[in-house]
């Protein structure tokens, strides 16, 4: 019977009404720059979105999927790190002259910076593939606002609109309030 209660026009008009409520108000709360780009119009369908608790599975799913890519692309840059650290480590034992140390030293410190820049910069190419792929994925499961793009004005809206929905799957409806 409580399935059927889940169902009912009047349970989803209530929780259509419970997530469009909450969405108001973390608009309310955001800076008037991206509250003028973000209409009550796009609050709606994103309420009625999430109706169905397929959506709050797949933001989370991405996050997830974020994490664990951030956190491999740290070890990487880290490693990178560390094999400088090495390579310097094994220059001082087999130099003995400090002068001489000192101008290989100096010589490996730009090597490693522009090792660490390229490291940094293919990192950073890895995260914007994946920001369009979480774009791509939000767009084609129809939420309201998501399509890929790398404008910084979008992505920071899109980064809101996540924002939004992640709160929301912390909230538990419950009709009898």
């Known amino acids: ?31 008037e720059i991206y ?11 994103l309420a009625n979105s999430l109706m169905n608790d397929t959506l709050f599975k797949i ?20 490693q990178v790190e560390n094999e400088n650290q090495l390579e310097i480590e094994q220059w001082k034992e087999k130099i003995s002259d400090t002068e001489e140390l000192e101008h290989i030293i100096t010589l490996l410190k730009i090597k490693h910076e522009k090792k660490l820049k390229e490291t940094d910069i293919k990192l950073i190419q890895h995260l914007d593939q994946k920001v369009r792929d979480q774009q791509s994925t939000l ?38 309030k």
């Open 59 to 78: 933001v989370k799913s991405l996050m997830e999927i974020q994490h664990v890519t951030e956190k491999h692309l740290k070890q990487l840059r880290e």
């Open 1 to 31: 019977m409580e399935e059927d209660e889940d169902l009912s026009p009047e349970f989803l008009q209530k929780k259509l009404y419970f997530f469009l409520d909450h969405l108001k108000s973390m608009h309310s709360a955001l800076p």
């Open 35 to 45: 509250q003028m780009r973000i209409s009550y119009e796009l609050l709606t369908v």
């Open 139 to 176: 767009e084609k499961a129809g939420v309201p606002g998501f399509f890929v793009t790398e404008n910084a004005k979008d992505i920071k809206i899109q980064m809101h609109l996540l924002d939004f929905i992640l709160r929301l799957s912390q909230l538990k409806y419950n009709p009898n």
